[in-house]
């Protein structure tokens, strides 16, 4: 009861602030590990990380805070996180903007996940949302302007026969946008997410373990313009967006020693969006928007260098191509090769564990009392304790 009570007051008295963390896996290349970060599409994750509390801080601020408890039936969490967290599938489709339900400021996330001995279920809800109502100024005490968005998901997963991981997502947004005299600016309908993805750990032997995983995810929402700034979306005037995506790809898990873990990821990752404008009067415009990554590399490596320090660094590689295309059968096509480097390291303390991505600029500039420059040794740091670790 005392630890329940602790995790309560802490949850509460930091709300507004928290997602788990997924430093770790970022700074080994956010290739495919076992990490509390998971459970964000697989909640049954859960019930491998009862009994602790975490929290993020990203770019010197607090940006998330969550815990999980053990019950005498399953593991519960409550997380809580501020900032917008966008949809994995379609990273490149602007939040706010034809967001995909991409909003998620003031983020509330509970998860639950239940133990069937050969089966694992898991259940997480969310809601998140931000708005801005009204300019309360002595001259104009008649505005009526309110702007608002409001964000509701669902998660449900299952591991069967202990390896196979399922998880399903269902997300759907709406907003209010009116302006000075209350009249409509853009209306939303039909927002939603639908998403649905699948990995299994093949244990090939007892220090390499191979995950091929699959994804596919839908995505639709309108728009459609009001009286109240012609300027923004002419009165009638209709925005239909349409999303669908996959990536498919096999992760490896190597040890070389209980010291060294190396992972590496192969896939391809695609997601077309196609938007149509319908104006009150005349012909619908459409266009598309195609992104390829084929393939992509993922890769990192975690090595112990002390019993209470690890080092880790990671990369990603993805030879990407981009095409755009409208009904007047115009075409315009581009290819690049993105490239990411990460530093991390992770720090030991008891029931205490410190995951940090480091400031690459750190290294070259050295302490501040012997360079004179300033700067963050860290750009984020997540802190997570556990409640049983002796």
């Known amino acids: 009861m005392k630890k329940l009570l602790v995790l309560i007051l802490v949850v509460l008295m ?42 993020t801080i990203n ?27 966008a949809n994995k599938y379609f990273p490149n489709v602007p939040v706010n903007g034809g967001g995909f ?6 983020k509330l996330g509970l998860t639950y996940g239940y133990d069937l001995g050969d089966i694992q279920l898991g259940l997480g809800l969310n809601l998140g949302g931000n708005s801005y109502v009204k300019n309360y100024v002595k001259n104009t005490p008649n ?11 669902i998660n449900v997963g299952a591991t069967l026969i202990k390896n196979l991981d399922l998880g399903i997502n269902f997300a759907m947004e709406s907003f209010t946008n009116n302006d000075f005299d209350g009249k409509v600016i853009t ?12 990995r299994y750990w093949m244990e090939m032997s007892p220090k390499y373990v191979m995950i091929p995983y699959v994804g596919f995810a839908m995505a639709g929402e309108g ?3 009001g009286p109240g700034v012609p300027a923004v979306m002419p009165d009638g005037d209709k925005v239909e967006d349409a999303g669908t995506a996959f990536m498919v790809g096999i992760g490896n898990n190597m040890h070389f020693s209980d010291a060294v873990m190396a992972v590496a990821d192969l896939g391809i990752e695609y997601n077309k969006v196609k938007t149509t404008y319908t104006p009150k009067t005349g012909s619908a415009v459409e266009t598309s928007v195609t992104n390829m990554g084929l393939p992509y590399f993922r890769i990192g490596l975690e090595g112990k260098v002390t019993n209470w320090m690890d080092l880790r660094m990671g990369a990603t590689k993805v030879w990407a191509s981009k095409t755009e295309e409208n009904n007047d059968a115009d075409t315009e096509d581009w290819g690049f090769v993105q490239n990411n480097f990460v530093l991390g390291a992770g720090f ?15 290294l070259t500039r050295g302490i501040y009392f012997v360079s004179g420059s300033g700067g963050n040794i860290a750009t984020k740091v997540a802190l997570t304790y556990t409640f049983d670790k002796k």
């Not at 339900?101 to 003031?106: F, L, N, P």
């Not at 505005?143 to 998901?153: A, L, R």
């Open 187 to 198: 209306e939303g309908s039909g927002n939603t997410t639908f998403g649905i993805d699948a």
């Open 59 to 85: 770019g010197g601020a607090m940006w998330g805070v969550g815990g999980t408890y053990a019950l005498p039936v399953g593991v519960l969490g409550l997380q809580f996180n501020q900032g917008a967290v």
């Open 223 to 225: 728009r459609t313009g």
């Open 143 to 153: 505005d009526k302007t309110e702007t608002s968005v409001s964000n509701f998901g």
């Open 348 to 362: 030991h303390f008891n029931a205490l564990d410190i995951d940090a991505e480091l400031d690459p600029g750190f």
């Open 14 to 55: 930091t709300a507004g602030m928290a997602s788990a963390s997924d430093v770790r896996v970022n700074t080994m290349g956010g290739a495919n590990i076992k990490d509390i970060s998971g459970m964000a599409t697989y909640p049954q994750v859960i019930l491998g990380y009862p009994n602790l509390m975490y929290t």
């Open 101 to 106: 339900t991409t909003v998620a400021d003031q």
